[in-house]
């Protein structure tokens, strides 16, 4: 497996090799099913729309749909307007969606149409139904990666939906805003349940709890039950603040509804792990709102786990890699559980990667090799060099973990190859319970697999 990775690092400029990351439309698009009754539509060549309906699908094991302008030569050379005319008639005819969010793919991006010109000659030549939208994000994939594409994507919504509204008097309960990143289904569904928990009525962008993890029912439904609603973004200016989880994925949406609306916003950590959670259970507290005992136990039983494990996390050592938000918050919880993280890595640009790794890892930095914008070929390399106890990511660490023979957790985005992960949390309190489970069992298993039979142990 992997045999033809050298140990020797050499300095590569022009070859990528098993990136870490993917391109911005399958964000986009992402995000996009996170509305309500909206069909994403990817503008390009059709071979994009496939491949990122069928990456998602494998991941969250639910269909995934998605519209295509599919681009011919000719529109490539002529343009998209025609394709996406046409494409936008048909869908609303076919599948009747309130919304179709519109992405960019490079094809589209390097002939440069002109996205917003195209939707207004849609609205005004009446292919756009009463009551019905149209929205778009330009998603060049040879800028960022997936994660900019789920940003570009939450920005639009604001564009397109915010206002500034002053009178906030009708709500019952204060409305909370909240940005969930670039996370699960069931993540977005313990996010909104913490929020909930202490009073504030949130709205949620996007939501994909209920899209993505919808019941099997026997009948098939195009739209299902979840998502935020147009109502619920054209409010959006009701809210008292706007927290974005993760800078990467959510902090441009919260900024632009602070500029668009006046909505004050507040850029967390993705809350993965105990001390990240607690930030953010810290700002749902400077709100205003009392903790519930609930939660205050929930914190316990995990302080409490933390205890009950430390002997086998403790100085061992962790290669992590993925979503840079994932990364940085799963760092600084591997560090708060005693573990070394000799290596993280991202594909995602960005130098706030390694700006803030360093701040978590403090005077322990310079013994991480913090890697930002690189592939897991180099991660390989880095592991060969400096061996690790245990490997977490995404499904594509299982060759290294098969060739250098590694325990392995997986995290992130995408899982291919494990059923489950988008119904179980790994944000908050719960989820991070949830994470030394998984951590622990690769480890012991490791363990009992590698143990002579007179060290084969029962109790651990
Ligand atoms: S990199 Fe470009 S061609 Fe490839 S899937 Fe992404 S948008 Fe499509």
């Not at 060049?140 to 009178?167: L, Q, W």
């Not at 949620?204 to 098939?220: C, E, I, N, R, Y």
């Not at 500029?259 to 993965?272: N, Q, R, S």
């Amino acid at each position: 497996m992997l045999s033809q990775t050298p140990t020797k690092v050499s300095q590569r400029s022009a070859l990528r090799i098993n990136p870490a990351k993917t391109c911005q439309p399958i964000g986009a698009m992402y995000a996009a099913s996170g509305i309500h009754n909206c069909l994403p539509y990817s503008h390009g060549s059709q071979g994009c729309c496939s491949y990122h309906r069928s990456h998602l699908t494998r991941h969250f094991k639910e269909p995934f749909m998605a519209a295509t302008s599919s681009f011919t030569e000719g529109a490539s050379v002529f343009g998209g307007q025609p394709n996406l005319l046409q494409g936008l008639r048909t869908a609303f005819a076919a599948y009747d969606p309130d919304v179709i969010a519109v992405n960019t793919t490079c094809l589209s991006e390097t002939i440069g149409d002109d996205i917003p010109q195209i939707i207004g000659e849609a609205e005004s030549s009446g292919i756009i139904p009463e009551g019905k939208f149209v929205i778009h994000a330009n998603t060049p994939s040879y800028d960022g990666s997936h994660v900019t594409g789920f940003s570009n994507m939450c920005v639009s919504m604001v564009k397109y939906f915010a206002t500034r509204i002053e009178d906030s008097s009708e709500a019952s309960a204060p409305q909370l805003n909240i940005v969930p990143g670039f996370v699960d289904p069931a993540d977005m569904r313990e996010i909104r349940r913490l929020a909930e928990s202490v009073g504030f009525t949130v709205t949620m962008f996007p939501d994909t709890a209920g899209v993505l993890d919808a019941p099997q029912t026997g009948s098939f439904q195009m739209y299902p039950d979840g998502g935020v609603t147009v109502d619920e973004l054209r409010n959006l200016g009701r809210g008292v603040k706007t927290l974005a989880l993760g800078p990467f994925a959510s902090a441009e949406a919260a900024l632009q509804l602070d500029k668009i609306a006046g909505v004050p916003h507040e850029v967390l950590d993705l809350p993965v792990g105990i001390a990240a959670t607690d930030r953010f259970i810290g700002a749902l507290n400077a709100l205003g709102a009392a903790i519930p005992d609930e939660i205050t136990t929930q914190r316990g039983q995990l302080v409490d786990l933390m205890c009950d494990v430390q002997q086998h996390f403790y100085n061992k050592k962790v290669a992590i890699f993925g979503d840079p938000d994932h990364v940085l918050s799963l760092t600084e919880f591997c560090r708060d559980l005693g573990m070394i993280p000799v290596h993280i890595l991202t594909g995602t640009p960005g130098k706030a990667f390694g700006r803030k790794a360093t701040e978590i890892l403090g005077d322990k930095a310079d013994q991480t090799n913090i890697e930002g914008e690189q592939d897991l070929f180099l991660l390989h390399q880095l592991i060969k060099n400096q061996p690790v106890d245990l490997l977490v990511g995404t499904s594509y660490g299982k060759y290294i973990a098969r060739a250098e023979d590694i325990p392995f957790v997986r995290f992130g985005w995408p899982i291919l190859d494990r059923f489950g992960h988008a119904l179980i949390p790994s944000l908050g309190y719960a989820g991070a319970i949830q994470l030394i489970s998984k951590m622990s069992d690769a480890l012991l298993d490791r363990r009992d697999r590698d143990s002579t039979e007179w060290q084969f142990e029962l109790v651990l």
